[in-house]
């Protein structure tokens, strides 16, 4: 099974972001892929028109796409965009996605808060925990846009999803844990542990954000477009940065 994730493309009018990518895409397209999960953040600057042009780009990949919203985006006008977005769960106003593809479920976990660029996990725990004891019980991959281990670059963790504890809890010693939890919203690759279980932050397709951790000097930030590629196998889940 292969699963691609992008995030954070925040396509707008000024920006090359939907260049970038046309670049990730294209690279994807060379692998046979079972399904790509989008974490969030599509558009920037209210370009609700982008929606459409994101989406006709994404079917292109001839697989199931999954998405979650991001802080940037309209959850009214996403339905309206991807209205066969696959696996699709509205839970009151959330976006969340439950597919099961081969011998993998996918869950997708809508954590944003209206107003604000931060986001939430406790509001939709028990969802969550309804959805990991469904039978049948495949190993799982979760998604998010927010992270919830802190990054160390703290204007972005003051914006993470509250709720890292309680989710925790939720997950400690679930004999169907998910094999690896991914987000995105940093704008940064990378990777840590919750709850003894891989917590990955999918790098963005727009420009990085600096790796900073609050010291008097800003290191640079030149990445390329980055997206996950997780695969999984007899041998286990390996879920990998790429640049592209």
């Not at 990518?21 to 397209?29: C, D, G, H, T, V």
């Not at 004891?133 to 992270?147: C, K, W």
């Not at 996950?228 to 940065?241: E, K, P």
């Amino acid at each position: 099974m292969i699963v691609a994730q992008i995030s954070d493309i925040h396509a707008a009018p000024n920006n090359d972001n939907l260049l970038r990518l046309n670049r990730a895409l294209s690279w994807l397209s060379v692998l046979e892929l079972d399904a790509l999960v989008v974490s969030g953040d599509l558009i920037d600057d209210d370009w609700t028109d982008g929606y459409a042009v994101i989406a006709a780009r994404l079917g292109a990949l001839n697989c199931p796409v999954m998405l979650v919203p991001g802080n940037s985006d309209d959850r009214r006008l996403m339905r309206t965009s991807f209205a066969t977005r696959y696996g699709a769960v509205d839970d009151c106003d959330a976006m969340h996605f439950v597919a099961q593809i081969g011998g993998l479920k996918l869950v997708g976990i809508d954590t944003c808060l209206p107003g604000t660029s931060a986001g939430d996990v406790v509001q939709h725990l028990t969802w969550l925990e309804r959805v990991l004891e469904e039978p049948p019980s495949p190993p799982t991959l979760l998604f998010s846009h927010h992270h919830f281990v802190p990054s160390g670059i703290a204007p972005l963790d003051a914006v993470i999803a509250e709720g890292k504890a309680e989710l925790g809890d939720l997950l400690t010693g679930r004999s169907l844990a998910p094999l690896a939890i991914s987000s995105g919203h940093v704008h940064r690759p990378m990777s840590a542990m919750l709850a003894g279980i891989p917590a990955h932050i999918c790098g963005s397709i727009c420009p990085a954000n600096p790796l900073w951790f609050g010291g008097q000097n800003i290191p640079a930030a030149n990445e390329p477009p980055m997206i996950m590629v997780h695969r999984l196998t007899r041998d286990g889940l390996v879920s990998s940065h790429v640049a592209v």
